[in-house]
């Protein structure tokens, strides 16, 4: 799987020997288990999905070319959509921190039995509406979101360390789906707009 990854332009060695050390299988149901090193995407229960390992080194990547994280070590990381935790798990390699929110009671408590055997002391996990953010933890050298709604929520911008990146899905005006990568530099925000994706939709609330 990482060879693949590796081939299709990942070239950052830290994520790559992040997805080599995370165990993918170990995050989706044993049904399932003889596709987990697929790059593909997986049903993780209430309509969710473990999102392909090739896009989850590649949002990871460009995370990791935040100005701030030139500077330094990538810091504090805000993870808006835990899922079954995977991802969260590969940032805990990357980051010295991580906050990971999710509005599904379900897999919050599906991503915490998963990660409980890693024994990740700098992964917090959190219940509640990602697109609030988590302003407690803030400000975050890095935001990424592993859902897309038709604009990035002032929360995250607001949240987001002078230097840090965002990189999240963003519906665009063809209807699509497109990866945003945002930078906030002392002048203000920075925006790219990148390849299409497809993400399950941003909503707001619990569940």
């Avoid at 050390?21 to 989706?28: A, D, L, Q, S």
Wanted: net charge positive; aromatic share 4%.
């Amino acid at each position: 799987m990482v060879r693949k990854i590796e081939a299709q332009g990942v070239k950052s060695a830290l994520v790559l020997r992040a997805l080599n050390t995370v165990e993918r299988h170990r995050f989706i149901d044993s049904a399932l288990a003889a596709q987990a090193y697929e790059d593909t995407s997986l049903p993780i229960g209430l309509g969710q999905t473990i999102s392909k390992p090739g896009v989850v080194a590649r949002m990871c990547e460009l995370l990791l070319g935040a100005e701030i994280a030139r500077q330094a070590p990538l810091g504090r990381v805000l993870e808006i959509g835990t899922g079954c935790g995977y991802q969260a798990a590969v940032l805990s390699l990357m980051a010295r921190e991580v906050y990971s929110i999710e509005r599904l009671r379900g897999l919050h408590e599906k991503a915490r039995a998963n990660l409980r055997p890693f024994r990740l002391a700098n992964v917090h996990l959190l219940f509640g509406d990602g697109m609030a953010g988590y302003a407690k933890g803030a400000p975050y050298a890095g935001i990424i979101a592993a859902a897309g709604g038709e604009m990035i929520p002032d929360a995250w911008c607001e949240q987001l360390a002078i230097g840090g990146r965002l990189v999240a899905p963003m519906v665009t005006r063809a209807g699509q789906q497109a990866l945003v990568v945002l930078d906030r530099m002392p002048q203000g925000l920075r925006r790219t707009v990148l390849e299409d994706v497809h993400f399950v939709p941003l909503k707001s609330g619990i569940a």
